[in-house]
């Protein structure tokens, strides 16, 4: 559901808000509703989107409206860098999300970024661009899917990434696919330009894979010492994320490498294919030298040349151009050349 700028809330910044109730199964709060305090035992849990662009964000972290104060400054931060803080039992991430553009569309590259502070009961989630997780999370929620938790939340906001990711890799691998049989055709010409748009993506997908996936590693550490306070569902939640984030990170690592492989392999293939050509060209330069030194001689108006009185003096030059040629044929058989060329 689209926010006017004409609506009210009852928070500043806060593009939308959900109730989950004990089941798991949230409702969307209208804008002019009064905001439930952070529930606790067994009621479910409160969902807060904001927009981090808003100027008053920085009086109600200090408010601690969103959690301990020094968390939430360090996790609503400008900083675009993946993160990941802990506070006793609240825990502040900063990971990769797709963009949306104005018209809606979602970008395949996790090139934004959410920001989220998780609560025992209470998740806090913002952005300063538009991007597609979180409401694609709430669709998903409007549409019956419940949620038991705000790790829960997180994870949907993790699996779509990852989802957007996974397809993208796909996609790489099909088209990588293509361009391998058609190499491995000999009636289709090597041409690398397709490969440098998939080498890129790939690339720059892997550099967000690595640093969402490294953001999950931590929190899975962290998550290992004896004295964390985080819930149990956060523990269940990372080790999970890992697990998938792993095995993308692995898939990405592996596309990266095809894509080099194919590059190197397609510009080795063209410079095999320039140095005959160039060998090519060496033996018939090699060849037409000697007629030419004959030719040129033969050119020249001075007097007493030989053959100039001659009736078939002009065949007689031609003979010795055909001579010479062979001559310097003769002499690249006896080098071995011409037999090192045809057997390689």
Not at 105 to 117: F, I, S
Not at 194 to 202: D, G, M, S, V, Y
Request: aromatic fraction near 6%; charged fraction near 25%.
């Amino acid at each position: 559901m689209q926010r006017f700028l004409t609506d009210t809330t009852a928070l500043p910044c806060l593009l939308f808000a959900m109730q989950f109730d004990a089941r798991g199964y949230g409702r969307l709060l209208a804008p002019g509703d009064d905001l439930p305090e952070a529930s606790s035992g067994d009621e479910g849990f409160l969902w807060l989107h904001l927009d981090l662009v808003d100027a008053r964000l920085e009086g109600l972290i200090a408010a601690g409206r969103f959690g301990p104060p020094t968390l939430a400054a360090a996790t609503f931060a400008r900083d675009g860098h993946q993160r990941v803080v802990i506070e006793g039992t609240s825990l502040g991430l900063v990971i990769a999300d797709r963009e949306r553009e104005f018209g809606g569309r979602v970008g395949e590259e996790p090139a934004g970024r959410l920001h989220c502070v998780l609560g025992e009961h209470r998740l806090v989630s913002g952005r300063r661009h538009a991007t597609a997780a979180a409401e694609a999370a709430r669709d998903a929620v409007l549409a019956g899917r419940p949620v038991a938790s705000p790790a829960g939340l997180l994870e949907i906001f993790v699996t779509g990434v990852a989802a957007s990711l996974d397809a993208s890799a796909r996609r790489f691998s099909d088209e990588l696919d293509a361009i391998e049989d058609r190499m491995l055709d000999e009636d289709q010409r090597d041409d690398p330009r397709p490969l440098a748009p998939i080498r890129r993506q790939a690339v720059r997908q892997h550099r967000q894979l690595a640093g969402l996936s490294a953001v999950f590693h931590r929190l899975e550490s962290e998550t290992e010492e004896d004295d964390d306070a985080l819930p149990e569902a956060v523990v269940s939640m990372a080790a999970r994320v890992v697990q998938r984030l792993d095995s993308l990170h692995r898939d990405m690592l592996v596309l990266s490498e095809r894509s080099r492989l194919l590059q190197d392999e397609i510009a080795g293939r063209r410079a095999a294919e320039t140095n005959r050509q160039l060998f090519t060209l060496s033996i018939l330069t090699a060849l037409f030298l000697p007629p030419t030194l004959v030719t040129g001689v033969f050119g020249m108006n001075t007097k007493g040349l030989f053959l100039g009185d001659f009736e078939n003096g002009s065949f007689l030059a031609l003979g010795i151009c055909a001579l010479a040629a062979l001559a310097v044929y003769g002499v690249i058989r006896h080098l071995g050349l011409v037999k090192r060329r045809a057997g390689s």
